[in-house]
């Protein structure tokens, strides 16, 4: 059974249609890229997998997101239960003004954990995953805004884990970032996927080479392609792929 499942995807902003007729699936531990030009639909797409889209205004979905063979848009889902199952990392780095601990602990506090010894456990376990803890492990009552840029970003990620998802989805998450805490990201990424089934939507094509199995191609709200990255890369079966990859537009 795979992890996640898109069965015809469709998408609407009010009238306008972004997604149209998408379905893939996606097995548990792997990394799959989605890439493709500005606008054509890959974040709202990640949305779909924590109905992050339920927020935005005149969204509609047709077809069906599956996570673990449960359709997660069918009615009486626990909302707030699949996203704990599936944890969101953005753009930005986004460490609420709160210390380093605090951070971590957000989701657990509210889900009313109170025992400060599980408490301290989890940030412990978290940071680690997050390969932050060496550089934050005497300073966990700082303020998470004083972290670098790269470290908020490994914050969140930590946030994100200390929840137990089993997936992670990540829109752009070291698009913000400079190069070295890029590669710290990447390099995260891959270690995470023996525990976590990830997502990320990347523009930088160097980078969903580098870090994923599978790459989802996607153009005007279609799936042009979808295949093992080596195999998408090298040999892209679609003429849109191949003129995306050769730098024709995007
Ligand atoms: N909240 C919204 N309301 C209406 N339309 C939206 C909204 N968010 C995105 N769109 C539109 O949906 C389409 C797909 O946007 P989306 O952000 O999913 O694409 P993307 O491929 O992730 O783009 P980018 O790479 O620039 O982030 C675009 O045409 C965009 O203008």
């Known amino acids: 059974m795979p992890e996640l499942e898109a069965r015809h995807a469709t998408v609407y902003y009010g009238t306008n249609r972004v997604l149209?007729?998408?379905?893939l699936t996606v097995a548990e531990h792997t990394v799959t890229a989605f890439i493709g030009p500005s606008g054509c639909g890959k974040s709202t797409f990640l949305r779909l997998f924590n109905r992050m889209n339920d927020f935005l205004p005149d969204f509609r979905l047709e077809g069906e997101i599956r996570l673990h063979d449960q359709n997660i848009y069918a009615p009486h889902t626990d909302v707030e239960e699949l996203r704990k199952q599936v944890g969101m990392v953005f753009q930005q780095p986004n460490p609420f003004p709160k210390s380093v601990y605090d951070n971590v602990t957000y989701g657990l506090v509210?889900?009313?954990?109170?025992?400060?010894?599980?408490?301290?456990?989890?940030?412990?376990?978290?940071?680690?995953q997050a390969a932050l803890w060496d550089e934050v492990k005497d300073h966990l009552r700082k303020s998470a805004l004083a972290l670098s840029g790269g470290q908020q970003q490994r914050l969140c990620i930590a946030r994100a884990l200390a929840i137990s998802p089993h997936t992670l989805l990540m829109d752009e998450p070291a698009s913000a970032l400079d190069p070295i805490a890029t590669a710290k990201i990447e390099e995260l990424v891959q270690?995470?996927?023996?525990?976590y089934t990830i997502l990320i939507v990347t523009h930088n094509m160097q980078q969903a080479r580098r870090v994923s199995d599978k790459t989802a191609f996607f153009n005007f709200g279609r799936l042009i392609e979808y295949g093992d990255t080596p195999a998408l890369f090298e040999q892209p079966q679609q003429e849109q792929t191949q003129h995306y990859l050769?730098?024709?537009?995007g």
């Open 191 to 195: 270690e995470l996927k023996q525990d």
């Open 110 to 128: 509210l889900q009313g954990q109170r025992a400060k010894a599980v408490l301290d456990a989890a940030v412990e376990k978290a940071l680690r």
């Open 246 to 249: 050769r730098g024709h537009f």
């Open 20 to 23: 149209e007729d998408v379905s």
